[in-house]
């Protein structure tokens, strides 16, 4: 009986182990070096951000399908003419992340249509690049849920 109990036991752990390797994608980071760079860089650029004093704001409209990132100088003034890019992800895989060149609509406002492929989560980071300074700022939003 004993015997018995400890082969059941190594069943259900073998089934736990197979599970396991089928299922999850590990922990392992590809380019770690680089990201930890990255990582630091982005920290240092909040506290330049916080210096150039540049603020946004990042809308999503789900009728239209519109990113659209509104760009101010620390006077509320509209930037003009910046180079925006945006990065659009899902926080829960990398699985469905893409890029987006943002055209200008007006002084101060672009924007770049996105189609989202699930509903859920998703994150939009914005890089805006204007007369040598850069602007990082994301948003996160819910999509097709009410």
Known sequence: MIFG???LAMLLDLGFITLAQKTFSGVYT???YQKGVDFDKINRQGIYQDKIGWKSDIMYNEDTRQVTLR???ANGAAL???EVKA???RPVTNKFDHLLDMTELSPGLYGAKVDFLENGQWE???K????GKEYI???RFMVGIQ
């Open 5 to 7: 109990l400890v082969a």
């Open 30 to 32: 590809d380019n770690y």
């Open 71 to 73: 760009l101010r100088d």
């Open 80 to 82: 003009a003419g910046a």
């Open 87 to 89: 990065k659009v992800m």
């Open 124 to 126: 939009i980071r914005v």
């Open 128 to 131: 805006a690049q204007l007369d």
């Open 137 to 139: 700022n994301s948003r």
